[in-house]
């Protein structure tokens, strides 16, 4: 179905205005935001002249990722809201949004063109952040490797896993709106070879919906990514086929009742056929830096829907989960990206996961 081809440049006559063009001088970051979300090959992408770009992908109907890449990532951002690539029909209609457009694209052939010289993967220094562990395995980390402080390096960091000294690989992102292809132009530095690569877009399908109804939610909690979410679940067996989040509010878990079992404050468990993995987190802003439980919740999520978050969970430095009071799950990670012209800016990488049983109500 996607098309990919590498050729010699259209003669002038041929090519249309551009209704976008954007580059960057390192993909690395793009790639990054694009391979968290890179579970399924059929993505949604939406281009908008304010904002940038927003890349969806969907599973079984009940697992919506999506990749926010702001316009600020990028060195050029030219969005030309004048050029509008529609029919006539198309124009007069009252939901046309000059200002944006949006196509499906393979996206596992759009993450191979980025890669096309092999500078667009993380380094292979991603791999020593799963050394540092909150829960302690015989082959971890030993504590000599602790910074002088006694705390462990922030090794989530994205900028851990691109090498400073290796080559980079630029791009200059065209699209000339629908029916046209998505053009990138790529270079190895300044003086290596340059390719283009043109993808193949089709038209958009509804995506799939799961709104997040802010007014309706039962658990709120922020933490560090990699020593108190991604060090969790690690420990998870992966022959475990679900997993289940439980929290209480912190009122019922301080008024409890010598004699009567202890209500955790937030507990992932993973239950599988060899049996289960619990992990308590205590009412700590070290651990949790924002927890608020309106009701006591208790609902399960298919092991493998929740193991898709691992990349994006990676790269990312803080995850904010949010469980809505019917069950839906949210998973947000913050990924800072450096500006162009200095300082950093931060994307998100957004999960949203249907529950398929409910516990609530079980003790």
Same mark, same amino acid.
């Given at each position: 179905?996607?098309?990919?081809m590498s050729q010699p440049?259209p003669?002038?006559s041929?090519?249309?205005?551009p209704?976008?063009?954007?580059s960057?001088?390192?993909v690395?970051?793009?790639?990054?935001?694009?391979?968290?979300i890179g579970f399924?090959?059929?993505?949604?992408?939406?281009?908008t002249a304010?904002?940038?770009?927003?890349?969806?992908v969907?599973?079984a109907?009940?697992?919506? =990722?999506? !990749?926010y890449i702001?316009?600020d990532? #990028?060195d050029?951002? @030219?969005?030309d809201?004048d050029n $509008?690539?529609? =029919?006539? !029909?198309?124009l007069s209609a009252p939901? #046309?949004d000059?200002h @944006?457009t949006?196509?499906?694209? $393979?996206?596992?052939?759009?993450?191979e063109c980025l890669?096309?010289?092999?500078?667009?993967n993380?380094s292979s220094?991603s791999?020593?952040?799963s050394?540092?562990?909150?829960?302690?395995?015989?082959d971890?980390a030993s504590?000599?490797?602790?910074?002088?402080?006694?705390?462990?390096?922030n090794?989530n960091?994205?900028d851990q896993?691109f090498?400073?000294?290796e080559k980079?690989t630029?791009?200059?992102l065209?699209?000339?709106?629908?029916?046209?292809?998505?053009?990138?132009?790529?270079?190895?530095?300044?003086?290596g070879p340059t390719?283009?690569?043109?993808?193949?877009?089709?038209?958009?399908e509804?995506?799939?919906e799961?709104?997040f109804?802010a007014?309706?939610?039962?658990?709120?909690?922020i933490f560090?990514s990699?020593f108190?979410?991604?060090?969790?679940l690690s420990?998870?067996?992966?022959?475990?086929?679900?997993i289940t989040l439980?929290?209480?509010?912190?009122?019922?878990?301080?008024s409890?009742?010598?004699?009567v079992p202890a209500?955790?404050?937030f507990?992932?468990?993973?239950?599988g056929?060899f049996?289960?993995?619990?992990?308590?987190y205590?009412?700590?802003?070290?651990?949790?830096?924002?927890f608020?439980?309106?009701r006591?919740?208790?609902f399960s999520y298919?092991y493998?829907?929740?193991s898709?978050?691992?990349?994006?969970?990676?790269?990312?430095?803080?995850?904010?989960l949010r469980l809505?009071?019917?069950?839906?799950?949210?998973?947000?990670?913050?990924?800072?990206?450096?500006?162009?012209?200095?300082?950093?800016?931060d994307?998100?990488?957004?999960?949203?996961?249907r529950f398929?049983?409910s516990c609530?109500?079980?003790g």
């Open positions: 179905m996607s098309q990919l440049e003669s002038q041929d090519k249309a205005k209704l976008l063009t954007a960057v001088h390192d690395r970051y793009f790639a990054s935001l694009l391979r968290g399924s090959n059929q993505a949604s992408m939406r281009f304010g904002s940038g770009i927003t890349v969806t969907e599973e109907r009940t697992l919506l =990722a999506t !990749s702001y316009a990532h #990028f050029e951002w @030219a969005f809201v $509008p690539q529609a =029919a006539p !029909s198309q939901d #046309f000059r @944006a949006s196509f499906e694209i $393979p996206l596992n052939t759009l993450l890669n096309i010289f092999g500078t667009a993380m220094s791999s020593t952040g050394k540092h562990k909150q829960w302690r395995r015989a971890d504590d000599d490797e602790r910074g002088d402080d006694g705390r462990r390096p090794v960091r994205i896993h090498g400073g000294n980079r630029s791009m200059r065209t699209y000339a709106g629908p029916g046209y292809p998505l053009t990138l132009v790529l270079a190895e530095d300044s003086s390719t283009t690569c043109e993808i193949s877009t089709f038209d958009s509804p995506n799939l799961l709104p109804d007014e309706q939610t039962a658990l709120k909690i560090k990699s108190w979410l991604r060090d969790a420990e998870l067996d992966p022959s475990c086929d679900k439980i929290a209480n509010p912190v009122a019922d878990v301080q409890m009742q010598r004699g209500k955790p404050l507990r992932i468990q993973g239950t056929a049996g289960s993995t619990e992990m308590d205590p009412n700590d802003r070290e651990v949790l830096e924002t608020e439980c309106s006591s919740v208790c298919r493998a829907h929740i898709r978050t691992l990349r994006a969970l990676q790269n990312s430095t803080k995850t904010s809505e009071q019917e069950g839906l799950l949210s998973l947000q990670f913050l990924v800072p990206v450096p500006r162009p012209r200095g300082g950093m800016s994307s998100f990488i957004e999960f949203r996961v398929f049983f609530e109500g079980r």
